[in-house]
T-cell receptor
Framework: DAGVTQSPTHLIKTRGQQVTLRCSPI?????VSWYQQVLGQGPQFIFQ???????GRGNFPDRFSARQFPNYSSELNVNALLLGDSALYLC?????????????FGQGTRLTVV | AQKITQTQPGMFVQEKEAVTLDCTYD???????LFWYKQPSSGEMIFLIY??????QNATEGRYSLNFQKARKSANLVISASQLGDSAMYFC??????????????FGKGTLLTVNP
């Protein structure tokens, strides 16, 4: 069975540009969450989506947005990129939005802003 | 607000020996879960073990066990019989289950474990 897949795996963008990251959850999982992990830190929560609705948002500026599609895949968009947006972006899928379910992570997208 | 503290930036262990990675947490909620993840250099976060706040017994998964001390708010990971492949970053994380929570995972800063042959 396929795990959580993210694309692209690596990305280099210039300050001020926009970027879209993609995530396909494990088959049957309806919840997708996005995390940002800067070098030397633990992941920080950005968004959670369940059944195409936003269920949670972390402390990130409005330049960050996301959506979930009918097939439960998700996109994370970041506008007006800053150097500080350089990080590993992780997507996690869960069977449900709530409950004692573990989150399975993809390998992430390494974004470098120059 | 929830907080996870991992005080060991790096740990070294000899192959085949046991190692304990420390994790303390802070929350006023009564219902929560504690997770440990392994992150190799490839970047993927690999789930290792879970402990619920109401679980009376410490969780175990193969060579991994979680030493849960609720009164001290600690959830240390014990890896027995270390292997070279255990070398990686290890993250402790917490999820709150109270009403209104979005069930996000709050992570610590991690501990880099190096297993020496």
């Amino acid at each position: 069975d396929a795990g959580v897949t993210q694309s692209p795996t690596h990305l280099i963008k210039t300050r001020g540009q926009q970027v879209t990251l993609r995530c396909s959850p494990i088959s049957g999982h309806k919840s997708v969450s996005w995390y940002q992990q800067v070098l030397g830190q633990g992941p920080q929560f950005i968004f959670q989506y369940y059944e195409k609705e936003e269920r949670g948002r972390g402390n990130f500026p409005d330049r960050f947005s996301a959506r979930q599609f009918p097939n439960y895949s998700s996109e994370l968009n970041v506008n007006a990129l800053l150097l500080g947006d350089s990080a590993l972006y992780l997507c996690a899928s869960s069977l449900e939005a709530r409950g004692v379910t573990e989150a399975f992570f993809g390998q992430g997208t390494r974004l470098t802003v120059v | 607000a929830q907080k996870i503290t991992q005080t060991q930036p790096g740990m070294f262990v000899q192959e085949k020996e046991a190692v304990t990675l420390d994790c303390t947490y802070d929350t006023s909620d009564q219902s929560y879960g504690l997770f440990w993840y392994k992150q190799p250099s490839s970047g993927e976060m690999i789930f290792l073990i879970y402990q619920g706040s109401y679980d009376e017994q410490n969780a175990t998964e193969g060579r991994y066990s979680l030493n849960f001390q609720k009164a001290r708010k600690s959830a240390n990971l014990v890896i027995s019989a270390s292997q070279l492949g255990d070398s990686a970053m290890y993250f402790c994380a917490m999820r709150i289950y109270s009403g209104g929570s979005n069930y996000k995972l709050t992570f610590g800063k991690g501990t880099l474990l190096t297993v020496n042959p």
